[in-house]
């Protein structure tokens, strides 16, 4: 069992390609491999160049791997599946290139989901067709990554339709999983209100795929009473430093070690690029605090 660490560029705010407030795509690789990393993920398509020799070179000039990626689209609207599935090829294409092989899922925040982020009681349900148009997107997608070699997986998002543990068990029946496995997001599981480490001792043997985020408690009850939208919450800070929130990351090395977990580990502090005071030394702090509880 091996268990490596990276880092991702939306621990640089970067969550969309064509945000003029993105930091350069490749300062966001020197100061990963700075702060002690060896792998990165992708980052939204067309942030980071389509032209694998051009990117190949950057990330062979400070000794990273190319981990996965992350379509972050609207599978709940089916008048945008083209360009969900656009996105969808793009980045397989990108990952398989580099020899990447995590294709991770996710339905974005939708306008109707928002407001009720981390309030499973009030949030608005699907009624079965939508849900049955989305489960249907999401398995095409995966099958996707899946004839382009990666291993497709699934993620849990605050404000999307697959946000509360109970989608997520849903989703998790209805495709089959061979095709469809889990990044399990230790952040985006406690701002839903659930607790990560009882749903990873649950489904460890799913689990392709782990993104590292700690959520601070005292931030998650304000921004839930007074419904704060995801990306405000983003830039009060409610993704802290690990080690700081009330995500026990050393319950979760231990389920992982005892399910022999082999793989990518990704730290994912998401932040407003404009508002964060120095990513890398964020990045710093989070690789040290891995390596002190035995990562």
Known sequence: MKISLGNAPCSWGVEFADDPRNPPWR??????????????????????????????????????????GVVFRPFHDPYKWDEVRDAAIRTARSLSAHGARHFVLIDSISARRAPTAGRADEAEQMEADEWRGLKNRIEAA???????????SIHAHAGGFIDFEPELDRLLDAIDADLLKICFDTGHHSYAG??????????????????????????????????????????QGIFCNLGKGDVDFPAVRRI????????????????DPMLAVSPIEDARANRAYLRSIGF
């Open 27 to 68: 300062q966001v690789l020197k100061d990963c491999a700075d702060a002690g990393y060896r792998g990165i993920e992708l980052g939204p398509i067309g942030y980071m160049p389509e032209d694998p020799v051009v990117l190949a070179d950057a990330l062979a000039e400070h000794d990273l791997s190319l981990i996965g």
């Open 194 to 235: 659930f607790d990560p480490v009882d749903f990873l001792e649950r489904h460890a043997a799913r689990v392709s795929y782990m993104h590292f985020k700690d959520i601070d408690p005292a931030v998650k009850a304000r921004v839930v009473a007074t419904r704060t939208d995801f990306y405000t919450a983003c830039g």
């Open 256 to 271: 992982l070690v005892e399910a022999g977990f082999d793989g990518w580990c990704t730290v994912e502090q998401d932040c």
């Open 142 to 152: 995966a099958q996707i990554g899946a004839d382009h070699g990666l291993i497709p």
